[in-house]
């Protein structure tokens, strides 16, 4: 691919757009231009030429019309927590960044529907609904760092996708802007709508590889009136396992079903130097159940508590107030930072298969372990198939280590694909999985992707090095 450079005239374009206190130049600002040339990928770096701070849609209209009449590639990001490399500048050129397009524009309470900016912190909509009895249930774990724009771009999940489903799920309509510049507005509040092609379900989950989205609007559900947590340690990983599908199949739909593994709950400790309750078990699994009657949900949590002790679970930790329902999560939210603590060199991955073949994901995952002699921690949103996959390099040598990740990943791939799954649940493509894409698509689903993308970027400036090999 042949970009041009950010030339003095092009910077002095940029700042005509944005004035000169939003963008930040390589050469002149490294320091805090820094922040900008990674997410939170392990070992994923690239410099852009220049930043700018949008505000508005028509900046980044008028951004995106220079860009591509300059030929330069142009990467949005928004709060750089991705774990696949989406936001990395591979190309250099313009990273548009939208922390400041951070507005929650309205709560309507009559519609049950919320309109934000896409630089809007997740956990701030969620604060901000639940003031009113609302609930926006996708919370992924980083949502007191991530956007929502970077949500819709990665279709991100979290553990209550178990019940309540991703991301998609709630977007009502979006404003977008084309890589011509053009803005363009497609759904709005309304729960339904077939007026012809899906564009916006095509938006989201698109890696910000097809339109920059610059307004969101999202349904909401009335705040669940009860909550309970429960968490089960299991002597042995795969009972654990077994419980995951078992509670599934006995028609219970708790919010969230985590799976986390002794080693990751070790290095939570280690990192945070507070005792994880039940430490030495195999397994954990972390379940929440919520509705509208103590009842009901008391009927549920007792029979959820019945099935983890049938499979051998050493206790059922209750959690019925907040102080200790923190504690809880606290553990899980941590996992991500202690296994990198653990191991800075890492490699993770984000499989996602049938439910029901959590137990046969995790066995597999174990051999493979052992067959390379490594480490691999697993962890997860086992409730809606969705397992982390970590291979810690902790004394492997570099060299060795550089030859076991693409063994050991194209190995859990080929696992998880034979068993009915997808390479990755919620995490996205971007720049680490972009060569694995031939393995876990057709050659003709591919071609059409192709072709989408040349359609509304036929220069391929808008966030170039991702997605396809
Ligand atoms: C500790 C930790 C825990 C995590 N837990 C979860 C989890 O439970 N579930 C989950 O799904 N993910 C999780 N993630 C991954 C990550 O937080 C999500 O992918 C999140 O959606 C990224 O949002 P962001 O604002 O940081 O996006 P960025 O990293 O800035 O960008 C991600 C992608 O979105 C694009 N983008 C950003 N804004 C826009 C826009 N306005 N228009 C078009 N494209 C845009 C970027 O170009 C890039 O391709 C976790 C990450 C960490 C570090």
Redesign the pocket.
Known sequence: MMYNRVNAATVAELRGIVGAENVLLADGDAEMVERYTH??TVGLRAMPEVVVRVSSAQQIADILRLAQRERIPV??????????G??VPVYGGIVLS?EKMNRILEIDRENLMVTVE??VITGDIHRAVEAEGLFYPP????LD???????????????RAVKYG?TRHYVCGLE?VLPSGEIITCGGKLVKNVTGYDLMQLLIG????L????RITLRLLPLPRVQVDLLAPFDDFQAAANTVSDIIANRILPTTIEFMERDSILAVERLSQKEVPYHDAAAHLLIQLDGNTQEAVDADYELVAELCLKHGARDVLVAKDRRTRDRLWEAR?LI??ALKHESPVNHMEDVVVPRAEIPALLRGIKEIAARHGVRIVCFG?AGDGNVHVNVLKDTVPEQQWEMLVPQVTEEVYRLTLSLGGAITG???I?ATRRRYLPLALDEAQIALMRGIKALFDPHNIL?PG?IFP
Request: charged residues 20%; contains cysteine; proline residues 7%.
């Open positions: 997410d939170e990467t949005p990001r928004g709060a750089g927590y991705g774990l696949s989406g936001a939208t896409p630089g919370d992924p774990a980083s760092s991530c956007t929502i724009g970077g949500n819709i771009a990665e279709c991100a999940g979290g553990p991703v977008a698109s890696e910000g590889t339109a920059v989205v610059t939210r991500i930072e949103h919620e995490h996205g971007g966030n991702k």
